[in-house]
């Protein structure tokens, strides 16, 4: 009786201390949070809140940043959870006078993508902050669908809390499941013009073919040819009304002799092909030209400062826009060798007459305090913030690792063509809507073979673009503009190149070997990466080396 009094003591003991890890085990496992401290808020929002499928919806964050030195934390992570049904397009950060924050790559979870942005609150200062994620609605039925934001807090000394702080919901009625088909626009008869150089080469300017609508006009391409004179072009490229080609006539250069000391003289008609102008800024890649009212053929020669140019190396002559006039193509690259400063500009014609005119070269200033001339990508960012194809995101900010969507990078060539006009095109992408930044960009892409969409018919303008479709977009452009390349390196042969896609291999193989790559940061494999986003600062660097290989 005593031997089972004992043990019936034992076996309560046992299942007491049970008891007591048990609590303290449930103990361990509850979630680490912190209260919020006074003043932290999150809120969240949506663009629109009855979607259909097709759309894109952006969401809207807001929340409070909190500085180490003020509040006791150490740094703010903020969560956006999406359902189902949405997927991730693009995230940016907005932040009012805070700097210095990283965002993640968006990680892919079962209900759908969650974008996670982390702040280090010891390098930035406290204030408000927004994250916009935008988001495609893909595969929805009718009903409700919630997204979620959650901001967490992590004192100083501890870890990152695994239950929020503080969170917030949208809620979004999915009032579609059906897309409505777009309306077939109206089919644009469009005209193709080739413009044969008998014997020359393109130096700038238009693309050797283009796609034009009838009743349009082709851009002038700048050509040039070694012991030759251009004359003109046998045919307008004018209001064209069908296919063409159209014929360089050259005629071969000859010595007319020394210019007389006080001949006629008058001035230029100064122009550029993106807006009139009379100033270079240094490390800019786009020409100056100017034009003069004297025929080209009556040219003799080309000065500046009193020094004679070399035709086809510092300056391309051609036929003007009007006739009877010569248009002188300052080349960027000569240009770029000049001193800040004032700098005359003389044309000698025959029959004693000379034209004359001043410019200035300007000075590059680096006005970006995330760019320093010690970056891999400094000369590519001056070369394209100075030539206005790619400024900043603020005068004081270029945001050199933020990703570029493949409406941005489209923009970016077409202002490299000079805008030609669209009106007139169709436009064959139904999510390519008209009024958007880059709308006549896209137009004017695929109109010349430079874009082609994807399978399913869509642009995706604010897909973030890969190496390999920036690589492809920018060979076919200068396919499409017949250059010669110059300055071609030795094959780097990538050790990824299995896994760059058939349609790319081509493009990025040749763009390699013409040496556009070669200021890229490579790791220790030699990879190119192919499926990864295109930066800000990686697109200014192939651009400008991508220029100066085409001849500029």
């Known amino acids: 009786m005593k031997y089972c009094t004992r043990k019936g003591i034992s076996i309560a003991l046992v299942l007491l201390l049970?008891?007591?890890?048990?609590?303290?085990?449930?103990?361990?496992?509850?979630?680490?949070?912190?209260?919020?401290?006074?003043?932290?808020?999150?809120?969240?929002?949506?663009?629109?809140?009855?979607?259909?499928?097709?759309?894109?919806?952006?969401?809207?964050?807001?929340?409070?940043?909190?500085?180490?030195?003020?509040?006791?934390?150490?740094?703010?992570?903020?969560?956006?959870?999406?359902?189902?049904?949405?997927?991730?397009?693009?995230?940016?950060?907005?932040?009012?006078?805070?700097?210095?924050?990283?965002?993640t790559t968006p990680i892919s979870i079962s209900a759908g993508t969650s974008v996670v942005v982390n702040f280090d609150n010891n390098a930035v200062t406290a204030g408000?902050?927004?994250?916009?994620?935008?988001?495609?609605?893909?595969?929805?039925?009718?009903?409700?669908?919630?997204?979620?934001?959650?901001?967490?807090?992590?004192?100083?000394g501890?870890?990152?809390?695994?239950?929020?702080?503080?969170?917030?919901?949208?809620?979004?009625?999915?009032?579609?499941?059906?897309?409505?088909?777009?309306?077939?626009?109206?089919?644009?008869?469009?005209?193709t013009v080739t413009f044969n150089l008998n014997g020359g080469a393109r130096v700038g300017g238009g693309a050797l073919v283009q796609a034009i609508p009838i009743g349009g006009t082709a851009i002038e391409p700048y050509v040039f040819r070694e012991g030759y004179i251009f004359l003109e072009w046998d045919r307008s490229f004018n209001n064209v009304q069908q296919n063409i080609t159209v014929n360089a006539r050259w005629t071969r250069s000859d010595d007319t002799g020394m210019i007389p000391v006080e001949p006629p003289i008058y001035d230029f008609v100064q122009g550029h092909f993106i807006n009139n102008r009379n100033t270079f800024m240094q490390f800019s890649h786009m020409p100056l030209i100017y034009y003069a009212e004297r025929h080209i053929v009556g040219l003799v020669s080309v000065e500046i400062d009193g020094s004679t140019l070399r035709s086809g190396t510092h300056y391309v002559a051609t036929t003007g826009t009007s006739a009877g006039t010569t248009a002188i193509h300052l080349k960027a690259s000569y240009l770029n060798t000049l001193a800040v400063g004032t700098h005359t500009l003389k044309v000698n014609f025959r029959g004693d007459v000379y034209a004359t005119t001043e410019f200035s070269v300007?000075?590059?200033?680096?006005?970006?305090?995330?760019?320093?001339?010690?970056?891999?990508?400094?000369?590519?960012?001056?070369?394209?913030?100075?030539?206005?194809?790619?400024?900043?995101?603020?005068?004081?900010?270029?945001?050199?690792?933020?990703?570029?969507?493949?409406?941005?990078?489209?923009?970016?060539?077409?202002?490299?063509?000079?805008?030609?006009?669209?009106?007139?095109?169709?436009?064959?992408?139904p999510d390519a809507a008209s009024g958007q930044y880059y709308t006549n960009a896209v137009i004017?892409?695929?109109?010349?073979?430079?874009?082609?969409?994807?399978?399913?018919?869509?642009?995706?303008?604010?897909?973030?673009?890969?190496?390999?479709?920036?690589?492809?977009?920018?060979y076919r452009y200068q396919n499409v503009l017949g250059s010669e390349t110059m300055d071609i390196l030795m094959d780097h042969q990538f050790s990824d190149v299995n896994q760059v896609s058939s349609y790319a291999r081509s493009a990025v193989n040749k763009l390699d070997m013409q040496g556009v790559f070669r200021d890229w940061p490579r790791d220790s494999a030699n990879r190119f990466q192919p499926q990864a986003s295109v930066t800000r600062a990686e697109v200014a660097t192939v651009m400008r080396l991508w220029i100066e290989s085409i001849g500029w």
């Open 362 to 429: 300007t000075r590059y200033t680096n006005t970006f305090n995330d760019v320093s001339s010690s970056d891999w990508f400094y000369k590519g960012v001056e070369a394209m913030n100075a030539s206005e194809l790619l400024l900043g995101v603020s005068n004081t900010r270029f945001d050199p690792y933020a990703y570029m969507t493949r409406g941005m990078v489209v923009t970016l060539l077409y202002r490299y063509a000079g805008e030609p006009s669209v009106s007139g095109f169709r436009n064959p992408f």
């Open 444 to 474: 004017w892409a695929a109109a010349n073979g430079i874009v082609t969409g994807h399978e399913d018919g869509r642009f995706a303008p604010n897909d973030l673009m890969t190496r390999e479709q920036f690589a492809a977009v920018l």
């Open 158 to 191: 501890a870890d990152m809390p695994t239950s929020p702080n503080e969170q917030a919901n949208v809620i979004l009625q999915v009032v579609n499941v059906t897309p409505p088909v777009p309306p077939t626009p109206p089919e644009i008869q469009v005209a």
């Open 128 to 156: 408000p902050a927004q994250l916009r994620v935008i988001a495609d609605v893909s595969s929805v039925t009718a009903g409700i669908l919630t997204a979620r934001a959650e901001l967490y807090l992590q004192p100083t």
């Open 18 to 103: 049970l008891l007591v890890l048990g609590s303290a085990a449930v103990l361990a496992a509850e979630p680490s949070t912190v209260e919020p401290p006074a003043g932290v808020s999150l809120t969240m929002a949506a663009d629109k809140n009855s979607i259909t499928q097709g759309d894109t919806v952006t969401l809207t964050t807001n929340f409070n940043l909190l500085s180490g030195a003020i509040s006791g934390y150490n740094a703010t992570q903020v969560v956006v959870l999406l359902p189902a049904g949405l997927d991730y397009a693009s995230s940016v950060v907005y932040i009012g006078g805070v700097p210095a924050v990283m965002t």
